[in-house]
Each structure stands twice: as C-alpha cells, then as structure tokens.
C-alpha cells in the first residue's frame, strides 16, 4: 500500500491575473521504504506539494490520500491527529522549541502524536537523541547547539514517534556541507536499516547524489520521474 | 503538562516586555487593596471618634432634638429619675449624664462661641481619656478645661480666667468667670476646635439646670446591638429619643461610600489599561512566534492547545502581576493597620474645617484579606480575558507557517 498519494491535487493562490498554480494537477505515489528527493527551480513547487502530502496544506482541487485514508473531508482536529500520528517533519531552519531542551523537544513529539513507548516517554527520546550521536547532549538548549546539532535533534523528533513518512523541505541547506552530509548519511542510515520512509524537497546536488528516486518539478507540474538503481554513496 | 511548561518558560523570554506589561495590574490591584484599606480605616476610624468622642453607642437627646446644625437644646433638659438611673445602672455597661450647652466665651476683648460640656464623674467609662493630653490640671469644681483652639484663639493659659456668657435652662442669660484648670488637645478636631469640658455639676449651677441634663451617653457590650437597645433607652429615660452611634455617624458614612467608589473606579480604569497592554504584549509574543506555533501545529499540537498556551501565558502575567500587587497593598494596609497614620501631623492648618467631623488623632488602616483576595482575583480574571483574543489569533495561524522563510 501507498504511504500516500497525491490525484490531481492541485493548489492554487491568488485568482485572476495574479494566480498562481504552485501545484497544477499532481499525481505522486510514495511507497514504504522510498528516500525520494523532489527537485526543481526556485518556485517550482518543491514546498506547496510537500505540505500537501504532509497534511500542512489542503488542495484547492483533486484529492490527498494519507496511509489509504482520503484527507479531503476531514476536519482541522483531525487532519492534525493524522498528521502528528503518522507524519514527522524536518526543517531547513531546524524549527525546535527554543525554551525546551534537546531531549524535551524529542518528548514533545512523542506526547503530541499520542504515543505511549515501552520504558516511558523520557527513555524513548534519549534513545533517538543517542542513534544521532548526541546521547551526551540531552540537556541542551537550541541555542546552546550547532546548527548540525540541532537539525540532528530534529531528526530524532521527526523519527522518535515511528512516522510513516518524514518529510524533509530543504534539510541541509543551513546547513554547512560537513554537517550537512553527516545529516544525510545519517538520513540514509535510518532508511537503509529501519525503512524509514523519506521524502525530501531540495536543490543540493548532495542531497539528489544519495536519493534512489528524484522527480523533477517545473511550474507546480512533475517534468520527470526518475529511478536511481545505485544507491549513491556507500 | 508540556503545554504548561511552554507557556511558563515562555513568560520570561521576553521578561522585561511582560513586566512592563505587568506593572498596571500590579497597580490596578495595589490601588483597590489600599483604597478599601484607607476608606474602611477612615470609616472605622470616624466610628470610633464618634463613639469614644461623642455620642458613645446611644445616648438620649431631648425630644425634638435637632439632627442638624450647632445643637442648643438646654430649654429641653430633662429630669433623670431614681428609676431611670437605676435601669441604667442595671442596664448599661457605663452611662454618663451630660448637660450640652452653647456659651459665649470671654477673655479679656476677645469672644467666641464654644461648645460647653459638662460631664460626670463617671464620664471617662463612657468616653475613654486615652488620647487627652491636658496642659494643666482637669477642672474641679468651678473650674474649666479649654480646648486647644478656644484656649489660642482667646488666648487664654492655665490659671487665667474665662467668663461664660449662656442662657439658662428658663431662658434668661447668665454669665460666670471660671479660672481655666488647663488646656486640651486630643487630636479630634470636634473636641479641640470649639470645646470647653467642667464638672456637671458647675454646669448645672450656670444653666440652672436644677438636677436636668441634656445627654445620657451609654455604652453596652456590642455596639451592633446599638439600634435595639437604643429602643428601650429611650422608654426607660421619659421625654427622651436614643440617637445611636449609627444615626449619628451614618450620614458621613455615606458621604464617604463615593470616595470608595472612586478608588474602585480608579483600580478598575489601571487593569483596563492592564488588560490592553497584555492583549497587545500576547498578540505580539503570538506574531513574533508564527513559525514556532505552525511547527506545533505540524506536530500534532491542536487550536485548542495553542489557544491554551496563550491563555495561560496572560493568565501568568495577571498571577505574577497580582501577586505583587496584593504584596504591596497587603504590605501597606498590615503595616499602617498595625503603626497607624498620624493624622494631626496631616490635618495641621485644615482641622478648623472639621469642627462637626469626628476624627481620631491617629488612623489605621484596614488590613483586610477578603479584599485582597478579591482584588487578585479580578487582576488574573482581567490579564486571563485580555490574552484570550490574541491567544485565538494564535489558535488561527495555520500549520503550514512552520516552513515559511521568516
Ligand atoms: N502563501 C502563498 N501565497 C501566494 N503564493 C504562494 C504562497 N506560497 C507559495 N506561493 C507561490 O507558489 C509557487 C510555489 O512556491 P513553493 O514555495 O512551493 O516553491 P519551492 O519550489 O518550494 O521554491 P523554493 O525552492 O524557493 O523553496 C511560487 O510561485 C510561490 O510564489
Ligand atoms: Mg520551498
């Protein structure tokens, strides 16, 4: 089954002569497993269709499935219930609560999408902060970390909650190129060995070397699809 | 609860705005705190005066006697009987007669009208001595004690003489020259301004009286019984009404009730001005955080937690705020309800306005832990309300905020 799927979603701003079709007509498929990078100019479209698929933003037409469920129709408590459940994000400028520290921010994913881990809450994040390498940091503020830090943090909140999918608009690009592929190699370790699902938006030549799939957007349309059979960097 | 955490710690990130945001609720409730505790001081405070000053909790007055106005109502002396005595006695926890009259004054070329009070011997149990201080001696037979005022005014010492010029109880006029046994001060300005205090039995002789008095002054043992008891005073005293302290001090009371109103007014107009700095404070904190809310949103957070995180952070600012409020009131109403406020020091130059006002030397406020409970409570009810339009404003950004470039 799809993880999610857009129909001919479409999402539309302005009207007249001002409009802008930022998503015109989207068909996209994303199956478990995939690390899927999107790709294409400044304005393309990259974002609009991740927050459709990531349930941010809904579709002026056409129709979003989330885990076979279309989200259409639902109402704003439960698209977000939905969201929190089976979606985790990570953002170009790393979004943490700036008055929680590492390990609480990891927590507040987990009590936000509802759930309940073996071993407690606390246990749960200091493990995910641990797989990122940063067991020894958990009491640190956001302001107290690098900026590779931090977005190692939003990587353990995104994946702390065992989302189906991970949505990832521009991850590296505040970041400087070392921390940057560490957070990728990182990215890839997570969907290599647990088959976390990624999906990314980009223009990091970096980013598409390690991406099995990239589709290529122009004015909020896909140009091209296209399978990488290696797997980039080893 | 992760929303609680949030919103407390976010209280202090911009700490110096939110305190400055604070500050009017903090006055707001400081000036309801200490407006009630001056008004209710000074209410108390006149209730005393009038009581150990004046009136005690009852007395008798001739009937017909005037409310109002400077009281002249030796025509209407009446006879205290054994049996009124005896029911005084049997009745009363102390009751003193007193013959009120209204005498010329004269010293030498200068003349004033005072008021002339002669008192029994039992007077002090009815109206304590406490705050007398008398330059002197107290006046025994055919002497005179002088108010601090009449005694300048006339410029009268202890040892000169003073001559009282009054109609008798019949009517006709008499006067006689008493040596003055001292001067009295006692810091109500009903007593000091126009008083003259002598033995009843002095008094007696210039009026004629011929054993009749003016005033019976009672004290009993709980003076919210004054109304009820006053009832029977006047039935066991003939020709007589009871004017209670009430009767005599409500009118005041009354007048003042506005100025209590006014502090209301005052405390409510400060938490208004509260209530729009922190709507504003918390509209801002919420604009300033749109990308921090969407990625809340993106989390999972509901409207209703972000609307409660907003909330709370209002509802912060109006406990903090409050809380020092009624710190700082509560500071200052226990601390003069304890010390007092010498009100002589104040009133030095204006207590000739006074002369019909009773008023003790010193005034306490009331400390009083309703009030500022009260007053807290409308403080964080104010800063709750004014953070609940901009905390909706929060509640409306939409999560896709979370990833617009700032
Ligand atoms: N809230 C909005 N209101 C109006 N127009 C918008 C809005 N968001 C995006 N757009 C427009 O939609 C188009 C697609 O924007 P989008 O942000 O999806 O592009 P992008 O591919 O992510 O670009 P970038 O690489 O710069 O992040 C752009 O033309 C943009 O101006
Ligand atoms: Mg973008």
Redesign the interface.
């Known amino acids: 089954m799809a993880i999610c799927e857009l129909r001919k979603a479409s999402r539309h701003y302005g009207h007249g002569p001002t409009l802008v079709k930022a998503a015109d007509e989207l068909d996209l498929v994303i199956e478990q497993g995939e690390f899927t990078v999107l790709s294409g100019p400044s304005g393309s479209g990259k974002t609009t269709a991740l927050n459709l698929i990531g349930l941010l933003d809904q579709p002026t037409e056409g129709a979003v499935f989330v885990q076979g469920q279309q989200t259409n129709l639902l109402g704003d408590r439960a698209l977000t219930h939905l969201r929190a459940e089976a979606i985790g994000f990570i953002f170009q400028s790393f979004n943490l609560v700036p008055v929680l520290s590492a390990v609480e921010n990891v927590e507040l994913a987990l009590t936000l999408s509802g759930a309940t881990p073996d071993g407690g809450v606390r246990q749960a994040a200091s493990e995910a902060l641990a797989a990122v390498g940063l067991g020894e940091l958990l009491h640190r503020r956001p302001t107290e970390l690098s900026g590779g830090q931090q977005q190692r943090v939003a990587v353990a909140r995104a994946l702390v909650k065992k989302p189906a999918l991970v949505i990832a608009d521009e991850p590296t690009a505040n970041l400087d190129s070392k921390s940057g592929t560490g957070v990728l190699d990182l990215m890839r370790e997570l969907n290599e060995n647990l088959g976390v699902t990624f999906l990314f938006s980009t223009h990091d030549p970096m980013v598409m070397e390690r991406a099995r799939r990239v589709i290529h957007i122009k004015d909020g349309r896909i140009a091209r699809d296209e399978c990488i059979a290696s797997s980039g960097t080893a | 609860m ?1 929303i609680f ?2 919103a407390t ?2 209280l202090f ?1 911009q700490a110096r705005r939110n305190a400055l945001s604070m500050v009017s609720i903090v006055m707001g409730v400081f000036v309801i705190i200490a407006g009630h505790g001056f008004q209710n001081g000074l209410n108390e405070n006149m209730i005393r005066a009038q009581i150990d000053s004046a009136s005690g909790h009852v007395m008798t007055v001739p009937e017909g006697y005037p409310t109002t106005g400077f009281r002249q109502p030796i025509a209407d002396a009446y006879p205290l009987t054994d049996a009124s005595r005896a029911w005084l006695d049997a009745n009363t926890a102390a009751w003193t007669p007193r013959i009120l009259a209204a005498p010329r004054a004269i010293a030498g070329r200068d003349a004033m009208k005072v008021r002339l009070y002669g008192v029994g011997e039992r007077d002090e149990a009815v109206f304590p001595r406490d705050n007398w201080s008398v330059e002197g001696e107290l006046p025994g037979e055919g002497e005179v004690l002088v108010g601090s005022s009449p005694a300048r005014l006339l410029g009268v010492q202890p040892g000169d003489l003073l001559t009282l010029e009054v109609r008798t109880v019949d009517g006709a006029l008499n006067a006689m020259r008493y040596p003055v046994s001292g001067i009295l001060t006692t810091g109500n300005p009903m007593i000091d301004n126009v008083s003259v205090f002598a033995t009843l039995s002095s008094v007696d002789t210039l009026v004629a009286a011929d054993g009749r008095v003016t005033h019976v002054a009672t004290r009993i043992g709980d003076r919210r019984d004054a109304e009820a008891f006053g009832a029977e005073l006047a039935a066991a005293v003939p020709s007589t009404q009871a004017r209670t302290w009430e009767d005599e001090v409500g009118p005041m009371l009354e007048a003042q009730q506005v100025r209590e109103t006014m502090f209301d007014i005052m405390g409510l107009a400060l938490l208004l001005m509260a209530a729009t700095g922190i709507a504003n404070t918390v509209l801002m904190a919420a604009y300033e955080r749109t ?2 809310i ?10 209703g937690g972000v609307l409660a995180m907003f909330a709370l952070e209002g509802l912060w600012m109006g406990v903090v705020g409050g809380l020092v409020g009624v710190g700082l009131g509560g500071g200052l109403t226990y601390h003069y309800s304890v010390n007092g406020i010498d009100l002589l020091a104040m009133m030095a130059g204006k207590a000739e306005a006074m002369d019909n006002v009773p008023i003790a030397a010193t005034l306490y406020l009331q400390f009083s832990p309703t009030t500022m409970a009260v007053a807290f409570a409308v403080g964080v009810f104010v800063a709750m309300g004014a953070s609940i339009y901009p905390a909706l404003a929060a509640s409306r950004i ?3 905020e ?2 617009r ?2």
């Open positions: 992760v955490r949030i710690r976010n990130r990308r921090e969407g990625t809340l949103r993106s989390m999972g957070l509901q409207r939409a999560p896709a979370a990833v470039a700032s």
